[in-house]
């Protein structure tokens, strides 16, 4: 699970630090047929608690995906980069994800940073032209 404990934190003054692991994404987050996540995803990350108890998370997220390649069908895989800034809140107002209990779950802003760098697409190559179909 991936949980930021602010409690335990902010009793041992650590309101700033640094975040990596890696995560067994759901398949369900590539709308890409054909293609799944290589390996889990790497998410590398710093954190800022606030005395207002809100906390920034941001980074990145790191993965590779593997299919077919969505034009010609050949194997193939691609690194994806994507962004992760997070802010949390215990009383979260527009874009903040909740948090209560002393610790925030990462899931849901993880989940949200790989469906924003997710691909429309898997290519074998920028330009790949597709099956060539002969008349």
């Known amino acids: ?47 800022v608690l606030y005395e207002d108890d809100s906390a920034d998370v941001t980074g990145k997220v790191t993965y590779v995906l593997e299919g077919e390649c969505s034009r010609c069908l050949k194997e193939t ?29 990462l899931t849901d802003a993880v989940n949200d940073a790989i469906l924003a760098s997710m691909p429309r697409v898997l290519l074998c190559k920028e330009n790949c032209e597709g099956i060539p179909y002969h008349s």
């Not at 335990?8 to 590539?30: H, Q, V």
């Not at 895989?77 to 779950?105: M, T, W």
């Open 77 to 105: 895989s691609q690194a994806v980069e994507g962004e992760l800034d997070a802010c949390f809140s215990l009383r979260p107002e527009g874009e903040e994800y909740p948090y209560s209990g002393g610790k925030i779950d």
């Open 1 to 47: 699970m991936m949980i930021l404990d602010v409690r335990k934190l902010n009793a041992a003054g650590r309101y700033s630090g640094e975040l990596s692991f890696d995560y067994d994404a759901p398949a369900e987050l590539i709308d890409i047929p054909f293609v799944r996540f290589a390996s889990p995803v790497r998410i590398e990350a710093k954190y």
